[in-house]
Each structure stands twice: as C-alpha cells, then as structure tokens.
C-alpha cells in the first residue's frame, strides 16, 4: 500500500501482467498499477481510447469479497492431502450473485458453502450444507438434524484462514481449524460433531427396579450398530472399513438367533464384494503397466486419477513400483503433449459439470409438460449443457433431452389465461381429465400427477365458445340494425294501427321490470314497451300442453337443460319453440276466456224481481299484473342451491373446509342472468 513497498512490487513482478478477475465480478480487462504519496497504492483499469475512465461492474471491494476464492484453495488443499481430487463450482444467478454459493465435490461426498444469505439450504439434497455466519438457521432443523456446520474466514497477514463451526440445539458454536476436520460416513466432522453423536446415541443410565427387563440387550444394540456401519463402508467403497468392521462382527458374542443369521449373511456378502474390489484393484494396476508399455499418455493420465482415488492407501509393493513408473513416464512427457493432454482433462470435468446441470435441470422440467416462455431459460442451459456432455448421459436423460429438443423447435407455446372455475366445468381433450377435476401431466416422467394449471387444449374450447357467443351476439345486433333500418325506409308517412288480433293474441298483459333496491326507478321511455318474455304470456298450466320440437320431450314431460341454463338435467322454463307451439296453437283459452265460456254453458234463468231500493253495481277490481316472486319459474337462484364448481359440494352442502366459495356464488349468479335474460 505505500509506495516504497509498491516500487519493490513492480520490481519483482515486472513481467507479470493484471487482470481484472472476472470470478470476483469483475469485467476481465487489463489492470495497472497506480502509485500515490498521499493515499493507497492500488490497482486500475487502463483508461478507454477515447480518453474516458473504465467503467467496470465489480461492486464488492472489500477483503471478503474474495471469500469464495479462499474457500476453494483450501478446501482443495485440504482434500488433495486425503487423496481426493475434488472440482468446485461457483453459483451464478440473478438472486445469487457470483461468491453466495461454493459447490464442492468429490467421489465420496459434496459440501455446499453458503457464504451469504442469498441462497436458502436445501438440507436433503445430497450436499451437505455449511453455513456461514449470517446465515440463519431455525430451531426445528437443529433438533432434527442434531447439529449443522457454520463457516468464518479471518484475516491473516495478507490471507484469510477458514474455520469450521458446529452448532447445535442449546449449545455455543465451537470453532476448528480446517486441518482439525475429518470425513467420515455422517459427513463433514469436528471434534465438536463426535461428542455430539456420542452424546445422542449413548444409552440412557436406568434406575434400578426389581423384574424390569431391559428392552433392547447390549450385544443385539452393537450388531445393529455393526450392520449400519458395514453398509455405510460400502456404499463409499472404503474396503479397509470394511475389513475392519468384518473383523468386530466375527469377534462379537452373545449374539443368538435371527441376528446372528443376519450377521453371518452381511459378514459373507462383504467378502463376496471385497473379492471383487481386490480383482478391481489387480485390474486397475495391470492396465496401467500395460498403458506405460504401450506409450498411450492420455490412458495413463486417466488410469493415474483412479489409482489416486481408490487406491491411495496399503499399496503393495508391486502396486508401487507401477505407480511410480506411471508417475514418470507422464512426467518425462513433453511439454505440448502434457498441456494437450490437461486441456483434454479439463475438457472432461466440463463435461461431467455439464451432465450434473443436465440432471439438474430434467429434475427441474419433471413437473411441466409444454414449452412455454417463461422455461426458454432453462431449456437453453439444458440444451447447452447436454451438447457438452455427450455420452455421459444415459439413454433415458437423451431421449428426454431429446424430447424438450423438439419442443423448443416447435417454438415456445402461448400459455392462454381464463379462471379456473370456467374451465374446470369441461373435460380435457389431451389428459382425459373429466369435467370438475384438474388436468394431469400428460407426458414425462411424472405422467399422470396432477398439474398446476389446466392443458391449453382445455382452455381453447370455453374461449372459441366464448368467441362464437360473440359473434351470434354480434350477428343478432347486425341483424336488428338491418330491421330497423329497412322498417325506417318502407314506414308510410302515418304510422299504421296495429292489427286488432295481435293485441288479441296475448290475454295476459306483459310482466313489469321490478325495481332493483339501490337504484333510483327510471321514468318510463316515450317508446313502445318490449314485448314480455313467452313464459310470461303462456300461463303455467299449458307450458306442457304439447311436446317440444327442439328436445322432443313428450306432453307433460320437462324439456332437456341442452344450453346449460340451471344446474339441472331438465330445464326450469320451457324452451321457447315450445312456448310458440303453444301461443299457435287454437284451442289455448286464456283466463278471461275460461270464465266466459262457464257462464255461457250456464242454464238461462230468470232475473231475480228488482227490490226496493236497488244498490249500484260495484266497480270490478282492476286485474293485478302478475309480478315475479321467488316462487315463480324465473327466480334467483341462491349460492346454497348450486353445486359448488371448486369443491363439488351438492346443493344444500356446505363447502369445504368451510364458508362459500367465490365460484360458486359467481355461478348461481350466472344461472339468475341467464333465466332473466
């Protein structure tokens, strides 16, 4: 920072060129170096050609935002003196910028290091999560999972040293260095982690009582334990765990019985699998001496990694003698060839970071079942990534791969918008789901779980039927406007008296609009009033004189509900074709006409003699249109009544779990618009 101490700097590195980092946020250009007498001494970007400063993205200047660069350098470190060649990864997102999240992974384990909170921890994904020391962690998951790892680096000189934390529930975070922590079968472990499992799994002291039998003996307890801790070895193919745990269960007594028949049985196929690792081991070595022999640099680097990892322990000395002649001969190799041959690596790793964000990404897409815009993102990565992976991936990840290969050819699919409670009432052409019930994914792995919204297929019928009501409706206005016009241009000059028999025809004068609560009544129109509706001018008694021609239904018989009006197979109102059969037809007697025809089929008698004082004839009472009522065919249909289109309860059923829902309120009151017209 001062400047005698940066003169000695360009001094050393005076053939060294500076760049801006790119994996600290940086832009990649060109760096120099800037001395001062009054302030820092420090790095810049060369100016641009046009004499204007660099503008470059990198935000984070202080001492952690490098964080992520240490943790990597001695994670590797620390691996590398295990005899573990781990890569690393560092996550890139909008939320996650570059330096939240470092990946870790080898062949026996991966840690996942958040350093910062803009990641949550996923705790049952493979990876282990480390957590650094602003990251939150609730109270449940340390109960559950006994303890979790924290993460701190401190400044050191010039360096910044790592230390690992354990926390656990109702004790104090205990910190260790790096070099202190091990890898064993529960994962990453501190000094801290083995008091902890001891402490969880030593048997509780009992109090002494007379004839209370223990539930579970000591020997039985130490088998199970020895079978847990056999399995585990295996499935990291530790063979010297193996041994050692195969030796503890031959030497285990006070055994008997089934237990002892399952540890004869495991001890046995340990054997069987240690015979195949020893042949795996011979193998592995003969290839390799004979990969030196046969002057094949790129199989010996390969074999050279695998011996490094499976084999780096208890080599005999024939083993040895091959590894150090492998070891020298790739040494002895020309420059170029070796560079080739550590470009061809590197292409490798990429190619299985590339078949990991493949699985990665599949297991992401499981849950869809179409392209649509909003997945161009991860079908692009995945798409570019499976192209780097090649033939690391099985047939079945390629022939997925493949599929959203041709969707993403066929361009992203619209994805249409209409509520649930209109598409739910139909059926789905590509899932076959039934009317009510929500759509299933039709294609994929997860082929017939239950999708988040309804299939396009699905929605596309209630809009086209939406845009054909729109067009008979528009073709019902056009063609009233057309009347009206060609009645205006053939009307004489003197509007014409209306034929006697059309006011005969009705005998029931038309119904009056009821006045709505809220709204102020209108002073009627000037015009002449519109015709009232056919269930009004026919009464009751003779909607089912005559059959319908539009359903067929039979005298006296309800007309089929085919343009869903009510929630009912059967119609509340008749269909109008059979109203007009009705009001046709001759021998329809309306009231008035009922009683007259009465007093005309009465014998003639005699007027009664005039009395003295004769009373004047009482005035009739004037006839009471008849008004609609809750009663009547034409009523408003109440939310309780209908069946709810969300949770299929019945009329007169509540909803479930409680209250009314929306829609089924919203569809009583589509059932009333549709019956008043």
Known sequence: MEAIELDAFRHVHEDDTFWCGTLLGGCGGQLTTKLYTDRACHFAHHPEPDGLPHVCGRRSRGVDSADHLYVRSAAAAWLADRGEQATFEYARSEEAPIGSVVD??????????????????????????????????DRDTLIRRWYVHRIRLESVGTARRVQIGT??????????????????????????????????????????????????????????????????????????????????IENLTGVEGDIQEELEDAVRQAKVWLVGQDEARRQLFDNLNRAVDEQKPRQVRRLLVRVRAMAAENRTDAESAVYERASTYFESLDNSTRHALEAEADTEREAHKAAARVRSTLQRLRAYDAYTPDLRPRVDELLRSAALAGELLTRGEARRVEVWKERETRGPQEQLHVARRYWIRRGCPRCNARPGKDCVLAEGPNRGKPRKNGH???????????????????????????????????????PKRAPEHEHEASSTPPLQERPQPGRKRQK?????????????????????????????????????????????????????????????????????????????????RDPPPARARARSPRPRRAEREPQESPGSAARTWQAKEVTCPKCQA??????????????????????TRKLWG
């Not at 996942?112 to 962690?137: M, N, S, Y």
């Not at 091990?182 to 982690?193: F, I, N, Q, Y």
């Not at 329809?588 to 089929?601: M, N, W, Y």
């Open 524 to 604: 009627p129109a000037t015009t002449t009033p519109a015709a009232a509706r056919l269930h009004h001018q026919v009464p009751r008694s003779d909607w089912y004189r005559t059959g319908c021609p539009r359903c067929h239904a039979g005298p006296g018989d309800l007309c089929e509900n085919d343009d869903r009006v009510g929630p009912d197979a059967q119609r509340q109102l008749p269909h109008d074709e059979r109203l007009r059969r009705v009001l046709r037809s001759g021998d329809r007697l309306g009231p008035s006409d009922r009683q007259k025809s009465a007093r005309d089929q009465r014998p003639h």
């Open 167 to 248: 926390e656990a529930f109702a004790r104090p975070i205990e910190w260790f260095a790096l070099d202190d922590c091990d890898m064993t079968e529960r994962g990453l472990s501190t000094p801290a982690v083995e008091k902890i499992v001891e402490a969880r799994t030593a048997p509780r002291p009992s109090l002494w009582s007379p004839g209370r039998a223990r539930k579970v003996a000591e020997p039985e307890a130490r088998a199970q334990a020895l079978l847990r801790r056999l399995a585990d070895a295996r499935r990291i193919e530790s063979v010297l765990v193996v041994q050692h745990v195969c030796g503890d």
């Open 650 to 671: 019945g009329p007169k059923s509540p909803c479930v779990p409680r209250g009314l829902h929306r829609e089924r309120v919203e569809w009583a009151e589509e059932f």
């Open 456 to 494: 396009d297929e699905r929605l596309q019928l209630e809009l086209d039927e939406r845009k054909a009501a729109q067009m008979r409706s528009q073709q019902r206005r056009n063609a009233q406007h057309q009347k009206k016009a060609r009645q205006k241009r053939e009307a004489p000059a003197e």
């Open 104 to 137: 870790v992974r080898w062949r026996h384990g991966a840690l996942r290091v958040h350093l910062d909170q803009a990641v949550k921890p996923v705790w049952d994904d493979g990876a282990e999560p480390v957590l650094g020391t602003t990251v939150p962690v």
